[in-house]
Nanobody
Framework: QVQLVESGGGLVQAGGSLRLSCAAS????????MGWFRQAPGKDRELVTA????????YYLDSVKGRFTISRDNAKNTVYLQMNSLKPEDTTVYYC???????????????WGQGTQVTVSS
């Protein structure tokens, strides 16, 4: 079991930046690949970005490439999502998720955080 708690969401103007954090507790953090998802009302949850256990592999949704950066600090049991050049369409709830491994493609997420709201005003 691993418990995940997101933080760092908030209200920002278009073009601004936010950094989300997801702190993990429980099992060894470095044993898990991590992902960030988002889900807007009435839409399917989508994988925004993911990172492998060693940070050697990452994935980004096309619409966030060049603007968002995922990173992890295994010593701090935390994964980060740096979001720059934010757009109103980035507004939604962001969730972090964990699973034992990830080499690209589908990320199912075995454990989930409660989510943090990001709102980008135009």
């Amino acid at each position: 079991q691993v418990q995940l708690v997101e933080s760092g969401g908030g209200l920002v103007q278009a073009g601004g930046s936010l950094r989300l954090s997801c702190a993990a507790s429980g099992r060894t953090f470095s044993s898990y690949a991590m992902g960030w998802f988002r889900q807007a009302p009435g839409k399917d949850r989508e994988l925004v970005t993911a990172i492998s256990r060693s940070s050697s592999s990452t994935y980004y949704l096309d619409s966030v490439k060049g603007r968002f950066t995922i990173s992890r600090d295994n010593a701090k049991n935390t994964v980060y999502l740096q979001m720059n050049s934010l757009k109103p369409e980035d507004t939604t709830v962001y969730y972090c998720a964990a699973q034992p491994s990830y080499t690209g493609g589908y990320f199912r997420g075995d454990y989930w955080g409660q989510g943090t709201q990001v709102t980008v005003s135009s």
